[in-house]
């Protein structure tokens, strides 16, 4: 994997797709989102903010079996990219901090992206200062596997930015759906509710979560069971996600179940943190 921003980003134009990407992060989406672009044959350079971070994104993306993405840690480097997305954790005032960089790296006529998952678009559109050529681009875990990305744009989004927006997702092998503006999106304000569900049955029965997960996988013919997927989402997330659904809705079945924050309190964030509703490893 290449530390100069230098060595991988070719001309404007040249390779498989007309876009050279720049993301910001350095979680699970925002490796698994370098790894998808790169195998797609686009150049993309990921922008850590910290040495943890560069490290964390070196190991991260070679287990994906990529070798051809730049990590750097200036974000002046981001320049050359043609669509900056950032991939930060789920925290509105992060997210608005890193978009206000990334608006600064961006020249020409980039795009600006988010991966939130939960948060208005519009509201972190205002942050970028170039509303019309920003989106959002919820890609779901894994990356890599994972066909659907929802799209969502806020009201000032010129056609293009649209027409560019989606064509990428197709350059990536993804379906892309266009989403209204609504905290959750589709997919995530219809799930949670039924995860948080499982949770409070959970609390409510003293049923083990193998249990829980079992009646919905034999049952329902779910790949997963909703204790486990949340365990696999990672329980801060899903804990930012109920917040920010509760929200905007009011309703009950939104907010996070006290399990979760317990788990949360405990360092016990799921898959990623070897702890959960169930252990790892």
Not at 26 to 49: D, N
Not at 170 to 190: C, H, Q, S, W, Y
Not at 199 to 228: F, H, W
Request: glycine content about 10%; proline content about 6%.
């Amino acid at each position: 994997m290449s530390q100069s921003a230098e060595s991988t980003v070719p001309p404007h134009g040249e390779g498989p797709s007309r876009e050279r990407l720049g993301i910001a992060g350095s979680g699970t989406i925002a490796c698994g989102l370098a790894a998808c672009a790169a195998s797609a044959g686009v150049p993309v350079t990921v922008w850590a903010r910290s040495d943890g971070s560069r490290e964390r994104l070196h190991e991260e993306i070679a287990k994906e079996g990529v070798d051809s993405v730049t990590v750097t840690l200036d974000p002046t480097d981001l320049a050359g990219a043609t669509i900056l997305v950032e991939a930060v954790v789920e925290d509105e005032y992060v997210k608005h901090d890193v978009i206000r960089a990334l608006a600064a790296a961006a020249t020409g006529d980039a795009l600006l992206a988010s991966t939130t998952s939960s948060l208005n678009i519009s509201a972190l559109s205002a942050s970028s200062g170039i509303p019309g050529r920003f989106f959002g681009l919820h890609v779901f875990n894994p990356v890599t596997k994972m066909k659907l990305v929802e799209l969502c744009f806020p009201p000032e989004a010129e056609p293009a930015v649209r027409t560019r927006a989606a064509a990428f997702c197709e350059t990536l092998g993804k379906i892309a759906v266009e989403v209204p503006d609504e905290p959750g999106f589709v997919v995530n304000r219809l799930l949670f509710p039924y995860l948080f569900d499982a949770v409070r049955l959970l609390e409510r029965t003293g049923l083990a979560p193998g249990q829980i997960d079992s009646c919905m996988k034999l049952g329902a013919s779910y790949p997963m069971g909703p204790l486990e997927l949340l365990d696999f989402v990672g329980l801060d997330v899903a804990d930012a996600i109920g917040e920010a659904l509760f929200a905007d809705t009011g309703e009950a079945s939104h907010r996070p179940p006290g399990r979760i924050k317990q788990l949360v309190g405990e360092g016990k964030l799921g898959k990623k943190a070897g702890a959960g509703f169930y252990e790892y490893g």
